[in-house]
Each structure stands twice: as C-alpha cells, then as structure tokens.
C-alpha cells in the first residue's frame, strides 16, 4: 500500500500545477475565440444589415435611371449622392458626382428578409477598410481598428461627430451595364461609445473569468504544496518522512548517472531516546529530535537524502565509494551528533548496509537493477540491533552472515505450517531426578526438528525465529498435545509415568481462555492432569500480571501443576513469588555455570530454596553438570535436578527405558 500511495502522490505532484495551466490556457483560448466569434458575427450583422437596406435604394435608383425619367433623375441629381453607370468591358459610361468607384466589381451574396440577394460592390478607392471577394465581404479591422482608437485622426478626417466608411453597390440593368452607387456606413461617436462600452464590458469579465481563474490556479498550486507538507512532512522534526525517503530514494538509485555510484543506507538511532524523554518530557525529546535532524541533513553531501523514519529513529542515503570513506563519514557523524546535548551524556547507534552498483551482465553500469530501500533499511537495522546492549556511540555493518540469518528466518517461515502439519517436530524429554536418592521424578519436553529439506534442526535455530512470528503459540498447543499422548499410551502400558512439565509461550496469556484451551486439549488425548506441568518463564511476569494470575489459578483448579522457568533472570523475581500461585520453581542455570565466587553464589542459591520450601513450592535446578553441585543441592534440600550429570535431552523411545528402570 504504501508504495501504490507514493506512486498516486508522485502523479499528483507531476500533473496538478500542469493540469490547472492547462485548463486555465484552454479555457482562456475559449474566451478569445468566443468573443471574436461575436464581435465578427455582430459587425457582419451590421454590415449585411447596412447594404440590404442601401440595395433596395440603389435599386430604386437604377430603376429611375434606366426608366429615362427627367423629373426624377434631376430629383435624384439634387440629394447629391454620386453614382456610376459601368459597361460590360468595366468603363465608365457616365458618372454623377465624385467618382471614387474602383471599377472592378464582385459579385457578393447578402442576406435580406426574403434570403440571400446577388449584389455586386466596388471598393471605394479612397477607403481600405472593406476586404470583397466574391462570396463575401467584410470589414478588415486591421485598417478599421487604428482609425477607430487615434481619435483626433478621425476628427481631422471626418466630421467631428461620426465615422464615414464608403463603398460603391451595384445593380444590373437590362442591357447588362451595372449602376453603382456610393453608400456611406455611418457610425457616430454614440455608437462608438456604445461598441466600446460593450467591447470594455466583454473584456472586463473576461479579465474577472481570468483573474480568477488565475487565483485558483495559484491557490491550487499553493495547496498542492501544503498536501505535499503532509503527506511528506514529519510532525516530531519538521523535515521528511519515511514515505518521502523511499520515493525519492528511489528515484536516485534508478538515475542513470548514478549506476556507478556507490550507497549506503543508513539507520540512526537516538540510544535510550525514552528515557531521556522520561527525564527530560516528551516536549524536549522532541527538539532534541529536530536537532539531531539538522545535524544530519547538514552532514549530508550533495545527492544524499534523510528522514525521520519513527520514534528515535533516523534513515539516510549517502554516496560510500568504500568502506574506509564510509567508515570515516559515519565516525564523523557520530562525533557531531555527540555535540547535539553538551549537557547530558547521550548516544547514537549507527547501521548501515552497504548497497552495490548496479551493472549489467557485461559489467557495465546500468539504471535497471531492482531498487528495495524497504529491504535496504531493514538490513541497516538488523545491523543497528546488535549494538543494543552497546551504551556508547557505536557503528555496525550489515554482513553476509546477518544475510544469511535472514533468509533462514524467511525459509522457516515458509515451511514451519507444512512442517507442523506433517508432524516434522519431535518431542525430546529431558529427564529430572531426585538427588536425595536418585530416582526420576520428573521431565521436561522439549522441541527439535527433523526436516525432510534441512536436516536435524536444534531449537536455538528455530524457537527465536517462531516466538518473534508469532507461530510459537501453534508449537505450544503442538507439545502440550504430543506430549498428553505420549502420557495416555505410557500410562496404558503401565509404565512408572511421572509429571512432565511442558513450555507455554508468554505470547498465550494475552488469551482469556488459555486454561480451556490446554485443559480440552489434554482430555481430547485422555490423559491424567496430574501428569502435565505447564512452565512459564519469569518474562511473562511483566505483562498483564492479573491475566497471568488468572490463567494459573484457572490451571491449578483444572489439576495442572504450574512452574516458573529460569528463576534469578529477571529482575523482580521476588515479587512474582508473592503474587503468583506456583507449585514448583527452577533454578536459572546460569547460577551452576563457572562463577568466581562460588561461596555467594551458594548463599544465594541454599536462601532461593529455603524460601520455596517456605511458600511450599518444589524446586528444581538446571543445567547441573558435577558432582559437587549434585551433592551441595542434596544437602540444601533441592527437589528435583536436571542437567547433563544426569542426562541430556532424548528421544520418547529412550526416556520410555528410563522410565522402567525407575
């Protein structure tokens, strides 16, 4: 999802400035266009207007003149408008007045009440304003236009009151010479001012359409950049987020001018950034944050890129043309985030995994290679996670073995329900005996896996890599069921069966129902409760305590037995002791491996017992190796031990031997 959203964004930001652009050009180019296309429809309507009425005229005008009517010719001689008679051959037959007749026809098409007439018109030789052909004819602006603005023009050159534009109509008489006559377009300075009041009017909204459109392309554009503030913008720093670093990243590493280059991506980590806001507010945690982003964007060398990536930590893309420079880059680094605070002691951890060049099979540089900066970062973290018990700045490189633990954490993954589904998962039991007298008294079941694909598997392989999934809850249920039939066909067969106690991952108390789920468990396999321990390891403790204690007490009703594993880990041991209603507790086997001063250590470990026995709990040592340790535990009263001075963990089929031997 998060890529399908940076691909949407990275479209968004490309395409909205040009599309608002676009739109207001286009509809600015519609406007144009729309009103030329009225005013050019309005003054053809005019002009056609004009020469039908000044047609019929010339008409009658003709009529008298071919009629030979002395009367009225010497009628139509006195209102002093000048007329031609032009022959076949485009001669001047005879003319009245001043002649300014061009004498070159066009026969033209005009629209009158009755449909288009057939009219023929001379330019008049004095007046380039109409432009004749021989469908049409119309006013050519470009001539019109600047007389109409120079004013002062006009008024030298007409009357102070109007605008006289000429042209000669004719008409055809019978014996096929044409009258022409000369017809005067008035136009006075109230019409003037009216065709300019309508042209200012028409420009004005267009100028409103346009300005406002302009705003809103401006305005579009300035929320554009806000959306990109935040879809981009980290709140705690003020700078980028992560989504803005993958997008951006990424179009780095595919630039072509890059492939050669080499990077590395980085993880920055404020150490122990909690408990400096803690001490200090969450407030102030934050602009040491903001601070400690400035400090690496103004480390940054031109080409690299940065962002907040969550809570303390810090994500980076830089140039490493090897791992000396690298080196060298990152410890200066570290020396300038280490003056982000003068005052207080604080520290950063580094991870960084080192990306190749992208080069083709020839070996040449190419842009086309993968790019994963999700990936890459998680290296550089997996990197960064084994500094966590470093206090001091510190750098960590992501190597081919942290590869190698990835892929094998993703194959188990990938086969650990075809594993569990075809029961690839075997129950080994580690015995557990009585020191007093040597006899077993109990055990405790334990995983390994026998894989078709790879092998004998130890649990440290395995365990980890299924309590951080997820799956161990499934392992859980898994034992807990394998190991109660183990116990119905033991018991069936008369076998010395004694309690063994089964692990039940800290993940499974989060479950309101955990004690039914084990208690239904047991019984769809018929056997005893009293023959199953459930054992919890102290870590548990620091979850939902009242849940924990729920579980257990629901556990103990049912029959079960309940231990506490690895007793002496933790660090609030003794309160859990006061709290949690446990049957039997064990030894952490750190207190039996090499210590200096071992008479402390038997102090701690004689008091430890002593306290179990007083809250009637039985108690069990691991991880006892000697003989000496065997006989100490003896002596102080230990229960039960378990480690390899009595026997190692083993297949159902042995500890069934060890079982009739008693």
């Known amino acids: 999802m998060a890529v399908q959203n940076a691909k949407v964004l990275r479209k968004l930001k490309k395409s909205y400035a040009w599309s608002g652009m676009l739109v207001t050009v286009f509809l600015s180019i519609v406007m144009i266009v729309t009103l030329a296309v009225l005013a050019s429809a309005a003054l053809q309507y005019v002009l056609e207007s004009w020469i039908s009425a000044e047609y019929d005229r010339i008409s009658y005008m003709a009529h008298i003149y071919e009629s030979g009517m002395s009367d009225e010719l010497k009628r139509l001689d006195r209102e002093d408008r000048a007329y031609v008679v032009i022959d076949e051959d485009d001669r001047f037959v005879y003319t009245y007045g001043h002649n300014t007749c061009s004498g070159t026809g066009h026969p033209t098409k005009v629209l009158n009440e009755g449909g288009f007439l057939d009219i023929i018109v001379y330019p008049d030789t004095e007046s380039q304003v109409f432009e004749l052909d021989d469908d049409s004819i119309t006013i050519d602006l470009s001539s019109f236009v600047p007389d109409v603005l120079n004013v002062n023009k006009l008024i030298e050159i007409q009357t102070p009151e109007a605008i006289k534009l000429p042209l000669w109509i004719g008409v055809k008489m019978k014996d096929g010479s044409v009258f022409a006559g000369r017809s005067t377009l008035d136009i006075d300075r109230n019409d003037l001012m009216f065709l300019g009041a309508v042209a200012g009017a028409l420009a004005g909204v267009f ?92 480390w940054l060398n031109r080409g690299e890129l940065s962002a907040h990536y969550a809570s303390a930590n810090f994500v980076a893309l830089i140039k490493a043309d090897s791992n000396d420079v690298l080196q060298k880059r990152l410890e200066d680094l570290l020396n300038q985030l280490g003056c982000v605070d003068p005052v207080h002691n604080i520290s950063f951890h580094i991870g960084a995994a080192s990306l190749d060049a992208c080069e083709d099979h020839h070996n040449n540089a190419s842009h086309d290679c993968p790019v994963d900066l999700e990936r ?15 206090d001091g700045p510190a ?61 004998f598997i130890s649990p440290g392989r395995f365990i980890p890599i299924f309590e ?131 008479e402390r250590s038997e102090i701690v470990i004689s008091e430890t017992i002593r306290l179990a026995q007083a809250l009637n709990m039985r108690t069990v040592a691991e991880g006892v190796e000697i003989k000496d340790q065997v006989d100490f535990l003896a002596k102080q009263g ?10 190692k963990p083993m297949p159902g089929s042995e500890y069934e031997q060890r079982m009739n031997a008693g």
């Not at 409760?529 to 009703?557: G, N, P, Q, R």
């Open 638 to 647: 230990c229960d039960m031990i378990q480690g390899y001075f009595y026997a």
């Open 468 to 598: 951080k999934n997820g799956f161990i809850t499934e392992i859980d249920h898994y034992m807990i069921r394998h190991v109660a039939r183990d116990q119905k066909r033991w018991h069936d067969a008369g076998y010395n069966c004694v309690p063994v106690s089964v692990n039940v991952s800290r993940a499974h108390f989060v479950e309101e129902d955990l004690a039914e789920q084990i208690r239904d468990i047991v019984d769809s396999e018929g056997a005893l409760h009293e023959l199953i321990e459930l054992e919890l390891t102290e870590s548990a403790f620091f979850d939902d305590k009242k849940a924990l204690v729920s579980t257990i007490s629901k556990l103990k009703s049912y029959g079960f037995a309940v231990s506490m594993d690895d007793f002496g880990s933790g660090y609030s041991s003794l309160n859990s002791l006061k709290d949690l209603p446990l049957d039997v507790l064990k030894l952490d086997a750190e207190f039996f491996r090499g210590n200096a001063d071992g």
């Open 207 to 298: 100028a409103l359409v346009f300005i406002f459109m302009l705003i809103r392309l401006i305005f579009g554009i300035r929320n554009r950049r806000r959306l990109t503030k935040l879809v981009f913008g980290d709140e705690a720093t003020g700078g980028n987020n992560w989504m803005y670093f993958r997008m951006k990243g990424e179009q780095i590493l595919k630039r072509k001018r890059n492939a050669r280059n080499h990077y590395a991506v980085l993880d920055i980590v404020f150490f122990k950034y909690r408990n400096y806001c803690v001490c200090h507010s969450v407030a102030e945690g934050e602009k040491k944050l903001a601070m400690v982003r400035q400090v690496i964007e103004s």
């Open 376 to 390: 890459d970062y998680n290296n550089a973290c997996a990197a960064r996670a084994t500094l966590d018990e470093t």
């Open 395 to 455: 750098i960590a490189y992501f190597t081919d073995q942290m590869m190698d633990e990835q892929i094998w954490e993703d194959r188990v993954r990938e086969t650990q329900m075809a594993a569990l589904l075809n029961e690839e998962f075997l129950v080994y039991y580690q015995p557990k005996y009585n020191p007093a007298d040597d006899k077993l008294t109990g055990a405790e079941a334990l995983i390994r896996w026998q894989s078709p694909e790879f092998g």
